[in-house]
C-alpha cells in the first residue's frame, strides 16, 4: 500500500510529504494520541529489509535520541507498523539553509550565528562519539522562530544506490563510490572520497564547506561532472573566500579555509575550537561596525648579522615594504614611527596590534655577509599570533629589491587581497637602483630620522653619495630634498638649502613620476618658495598616488594654512591625524584653525590630544625643541600659563638661536600677554633667517601685538 495524506501508521496520520532522501521519505504527520504533530521519517525497503543496516540504524538512532541540544532535531522514537520502519521526530516549520542561501546572501551577523549554532550541534554530538557524516546545507533548517536545527546526525553511514549513468549529475544528489561510502559529493572530505578511515575532522570539512557556501554563494569545489569534482576536492586548493566575497573579515576567511585543509591533521582539531574562532569573528564585527578592515603594522627586521651592525639595512628593507604596501587601495599601513618604536621597545605582537589598530604585523630578520643577504619574514594575525605566511630568502645582496617586491606581493596575497594589473605594477620595483647606492641611501634614512640639524646634514651627505653612483635614483634624489627642506626650516633659512631642496625635488618627480614621496617633496619646496598652486597641484598628485601618505598631507594642510584657506587645513590636518596618529603637531596645529574660526570646543579637544601626544613623544625624545614648543602652545591657550612657560623656556634652552623655535616661543609669549618678550623672540627670529611673512600675518598668535608700532616694524623688515 502507497503512502499517501490520509494513511495511518500505528497512531500516526500522514498528512503531507516533506522531503525525500536516501533513507527514505519524510513526511508531516500527527500524533492522534498526543495530540500533536511530528516528522515522520519512513524508511526505504532498502534500508528496512537488510538486517545489518536495520541493526546499525537503530543503535544509532537510540544514540542520537539521547542527544540534548536546542540546534539538534529531537528523535522520539523508533517504531514498526504495517512493515515499515520509521522514526517519529520533532517537526520543524522553516526552509533548509541551501533554501534559504539559494534566494539570499546572509548579512555576515546572521552567517556567524548560524554557523555557531551548527558548529555547537555537531560539537555536542561528537562529545558522545557520534559523527554526522552527512553534514550539508540541506541538513541545517532554520526554523520559521530562527532556531537553527541540524537533521540526520550518523543516519547516512551506509552506501544507497547511486543513480543511473544517464541521469544528469546533480550536487545535491548523495554520491557512492566504489569503496562503498556515503554523502553528499560536494561536501565530502578528501579522506571520505577515498574510503579512508574517517573521525570527526571529517565533518569539520565538511563545516567548511558550508560555511564557504554561506560566506561567498559558492561552494569551494564544482564542477561539471563527479569526477571532475572528484579530482578537485583531492588535488585543488580552494579559492579564498575572501576574493570572491571582498567584504568578509580576513580572519573569517582564515577560518575557513583551515577547515578545508586535505590533510585532517591541519584542521581545527575540534568543532569546539572552530566554533570559538567563529565566536572570536562575531565579537570582531560587533566591535568594528563599520567594516571590513585590511591593515598592517610593518616592524623594523632584526639584525641578525654577525657584526651586528646592519639596523639601518633592517630599518630600510621594512620601510620600502612599508612604501610598497601604502600602494594597495584597501590596505590601511600603520605609520613608521610608532610601529618601529615600539619594535624597540620590545612590545608583544598582540600589544603592538592592539595600540596600533591593525590586524596583522609583518615581522622577519636580515642576516648580511658580505655580499649574502638572508631575509626571513612573517606574516601574523595580530589577534591571536597565528602565522599567515613565513618565507626565507638567501640571496645576493644585488637581489634585495626582488625580495623586497616579493614580500609586498607575498603579504597582499596572504591578506586574500585582489590587485589589477596596474597596483600589482606598483608593488614592483620600477627601476632598481645600484645595490652601492642603495645602501648609501639606506644609511641616510637611518640617520635623516633622527630630525635634528647634525644628523639631518650628515644623512644630506649620504644621499649624495648615492646619487653620484646612481644619478637617476629617485628616492635618493626626494631624500635629498627632504634634507636641504629640513635645513632651511630649522637651520638659519639659508637660500642656498631651499635651492637645493627645489633641484634635488624635481630630480626626484622626473625619475620617478609615479612617487607619491616624490611630489610630496617637490610640494614641499614650492610652498617654501611661496609657489603656493603649483605647491598645490605636487601635493594633490601626491595624494592620488598615495592618500595616506602623511609627509603629502601635512605639508599640504600647512600650505593651506600660508594661503588663509583655513577649511582646507582642517581637512588636510584631520587626514594627516588618520594616517599617523600618534603625531602630536598636526591636533595642536588644526586646534588654532579651530580656534581662528570660532570653535572653541573643537580647538580644545585638539589641544587636549595634541599635548598628550607630545608628552608621549617626550618621554622618548626628551631634547625635541618642537614637541616642547608646540605643546606649550597649547597648554598656554587652554589656560595653563605656568606650564606653557616652562615648556617654552625647554625649547630655548635646546635651540636658543633657532629661528623656528624662536618663532613659536614668540606666539606663546604673544598668547600668554607678555608683548615684550614676545617681540624679542620675533626679531632674534628674523634675525636668524625667518622669512616667513605670510605666517605673521595670518597667525592669531599674534593677535596681542598686531597693533605694535614694533611687530608692524618688522612686518616691513621682512619686505615683500
Keep these: 500500500m502507497p503512502l499517501e495524506p490520509g494513511r495511518k501508521l500505528s497512531h500516526y496520520e500522514l498528512l503531507e510529504p516533506v522531503g525525500e532522501g536516501g533513507m527514505g521519505a519524510v513526511w508531516r504527520a500527527r500524533d492522534t494520541v498526543l495530540g500533536r504533530e511530528v516528522a515522520l521519517k519512513v524508511l526505504s ?20 535520541a539521547a542527544l540534548n541540544h536546542p540546534n539538534i532535531i529531537t528523535i522520539y522514537s523508533v517504531e514498526q507498523a504495517e512493515g515499515l520502519r520509521f522514526i517519529t521526530m520533532e517537526l520543524i516549520r522553516g526552509r533548509t539553509l541551501a533554501e534559504i542561501l539559494s534566494a539570499e546572501r546572509l548579512p555576515l551577523p546572521r552567517l556567524l550565528d548560524i554557523a555557531v549554532a551548527v558548529c555547537e550541534a555537531v560539537s555536542t554530538a561528537h562529545a558522545q562519539a557520534i559523527t554526522h557524516r552527512d553534514l550539508k546545507s540541506g541538513n541545517v533548517m532554520i526554523g520559521d522562530s530562527g532556531r537553527v536545527k541540524v537533521l540526520d546526525f550518523g543516519l547516512a553511514r551506509q552506501v544507497v544506490p547511486s543513480p543511473p549513468a544517464d541521469v544528469a549529475f546533480d550536487r545535491t544528489l548523495t554520491a557512492q563510490l566504489d569503496q562503498g561510502i556515503t554523502g553528499t559529493l560536494a561536501y565530502m572530505s ?53 576574493k570572491l566575497n571582498p567584504g568578509l573579515p580576513l580572519r573569517l576567511g582564515r577560518v575557513i579555509l583551515t577547515c578545508l585543509e586535505k590533510d585532517p591533521r591541519r584542521r581545527w582539531p575540534t568543532v569546539g575550537e572552530l566554533a570559538r574562532r567563529l565566536r572570536e569573528v562575531r565579537i570582531d564585527i560587533d566591535s568594528a561596525p563599520l567594516g571590513v578592515d585590511r591593515s598592517i603594522a610593518v616592524l623594523p627586521f632584526t639584525d641578525m648579522s654577525p657584526g651586528k651592525d646592519q639596523d639601518y639595512l633592517c630599518e630600510g628593507i621594512a620601510e620600502e615594504i612599508m612604501i610598497a604596501l601604502g600602494k ?55 589577534a591571536d599570533g597565528f602565522r599567515l605566511w613565513a618565507e626565507r630568502y638567501d640571496r645576493e645582496m644585488r637581489d634585495v629589491f626582488s625580495i623586497q617586491d616579493e614580500i609586498a606581493e607575498s603579504v597582499v596575497e596572504a591578506l586574500q587581497m585582489t590587485l589589477n594589473a596596474k597596483e600589482r605594477a606598483a608593488l614592483r620595483t620600477a627601476a632598481p637602483p645600484d645595490a652601492d647606492a642603495y645602501d648609501f641611501y639606506l644609511r641616510g ?60 625635488a624635481e630630480k626626484a618627480v622626473e625619475f620617478d613620476p609615479n612617487s607619491a614621496e616624490a611630489y610630496a ?113 597649547g597648554l598656554v591657550a ?30 606663546i609669549y604673544s598668547l600668554a600677554g607678555k608683548k615684550e618678550e614676545a617681540l624679542d623672540c620675533l626679531e632674534l627670529a628674523i634675525d636668524e633667517g625667518l622669512t616667513q611673512k605670510d605666517w605673521l600675518i595670518h597667525d592669531s598668535n599674534f593677535d596681542s601685538v598686531r597693533d605694535e608700532p614694533r611687530f608692524q616694524g618688522l612686518l616691513e623688515r621682512m619686505g615683500t
Design 445 to 504: 634614512r637611518k640617520f635623516f630620522y633622527k630630525y635634528d640639524k647634525r644628523n639631518i646634514t650628515f644623512a644630506r651627505g649620504l644621499f649624495d653619495r648615492a646619487i653620484a653612483l646612481d644619478h637617476s635614483f629617485a628616492r635618493a634624489w626626494a631624500g635629498l630634498a627632504d634634507c636641504s627642506a629640513f635645513l632651511y626650516l630649522h637651520a638659519g633659512r639659508h637660500k642656498a638649502d631651499l635651492e637645493r631642496a627645489a633641484l634635488a
Design 521 to 633: 617633496s617637490f610640494g614641499t619646496t614650492l610652498s617654501l618658495s611661496g609657489k603656493h598652486e603649483e605647491a598645490e597641484a605636487a601635493f594633490q598628485q601626491a595624494i592620488r598616488l598615495n592618500p595616506d601618505l602623511f609627509e603629502a598631507r601635512y605639508f599640504y594642510a600647512r600650505d593651506c594654512f600660508a594661503r588663509g584657506n583655513f577649511e582646507e587645513a582642517i581637512h588636510e590636518y584631520e587626514e594627516a591625524s588618520r594616517v599617523r596618529p600618534e603625531d602630536y603637531q598636526s591636533p595642536l596645529l588644526v586646534a588654532q584653525i579651530y580656534a581662528d574660526l570660532g570653535r572653541p570646543d573643537q580647538a580644545a579637544v585638539s589641544r587636549r590630544k595634541g599635548i598628550a601626544l607630545a608628552e608621549e613623544h617626550l618621554q622618548f625624545n626628551p631634547d625635541d625643541p618642537r614637541a616642547f614648543y608646540m605643546g606649550a602652545n
Design 190 to 242: 578528501p579522506e571520505q572520497i577515498q574510503g579512508l578511515p574517517i573521525d570527526h575532522r571529517s565533518d569539520i570539512y565538511s563545516l567548511g564547506v558550508i560555511l564557504y557556501e554561506m560566506a561567498t554563494g559558492k561552494r569551494p569545489f564544482e564542477a561539471d561532472n563527479p569526477a571532475g569534482l572528484i579530482s578537485a576536492v583531492l588535488r585543488d586548493a580552494p579559492q579564498a573566500p575572501t
Design 328 to 382: 594597495v587601495k584597501g590596505l590601511r599601513v600603520a605609520s613608521r614611527p610608532t610601529a618601529f618604536r615600539l619594535k624597540s621597545e620590545g612590545v608583544a605582537v598582540g600589544e603592538i596590534g592592539e595600540r596600533l589598530n591593525v590586524g596583522t604585523i609583518l615581522d622577519g630578520s636580515v642576516r648580511k655577509s658580505g655580499k649574502r643577504l638572508r631575509i626571513t619574514v612573517e606574516l601574523i594575525d595580530a
Design 638 to 667: 587652554l589656560g595653563e600659563v605656568d606650564r606653557g612657560l616652562e615648556w617654552a623656556g625647554r625649547a630655548l634652552d635646546i635651540e636658543p638661536r633657532d629661528s623656528m623655535v624662536l618663532y613659536n616661543v614668540a606666539c
Design 45 to 64: 525497503d532498502a534500508w528496512a529489509s537488510e538486517p545489518s543496516r536495520l541493526t546499525l540504524f537503530e543503535r544509532e538512532a537510540q544514540a542520537l
